[in-house]
């Protein structure tokens, strides 16, 4: 078993500049993962390079991830959860309540083209997540960075969720973000969306250049219930 137990604490793989980091949960049979803190972020190179794609994957028992705040791979570095088949994984706020999370934020420089992931394929999954953001543009001027959620198993809950979020930088390139629900026809997993759902976010804040932003989601299996318009949103006049 692996526990990290300190909600006021940090949980940071890979992080720095040129720095690669990977944490493997415990994967014998019945084993237990617990990780409580106020912020998970897997692969920052802040304003440095990054060093590659750092990884946490899951073990095969049972895992708990706990945290106010969840980064997936964040100024040029990339940072991805991977699944265990049979695992199972329960995500949440360090205080009960919800999860902020983003998969894919470039935020400095040259954008990684690796892309950022939570895989939760084969994984039975219950997230309850406040605002999601799949793939970020947050001050990078070149290369497209890129951030992707797949979810299959299980319940998915969101208050918002925003794919591709345009929110600062001259990229040219642009972001690019994916949400797939379902593996398959069969798959059973449930989105639940309770506010904005948002397939392409252009901040009113954003650089006027041109970019080229891509944004997807996509449903193979499984059913997703939004309380909101499903929209894309320019707050550009451009």
Known sequence: NFTYNNSSGQVLIGSGTRVLGTLTLANAAGSSNLIDASKIVIGDSASGNGGGLSTITLGGGTNTLDADTITLGHGKAAGSILPTAGASLTIGGSSGTNAAITVGSASSGSATTTNSQLNLTGVNATVHASTVIVGQLAGATASQGSG???????????????????????DAAGIKGAFTVGAASTSTGTLNVAGPFYIGDVATGSNAAVKTDLASFTLVGGTVNASSDIASFNGKSA
């Open 148 to 170: 992707s959620i797949t979810f299959d198993n299980g319940t998915f809950n969101a208050t918002a969720l925003e794919i591709t979020n345009d929110a600062s930088g001259a």
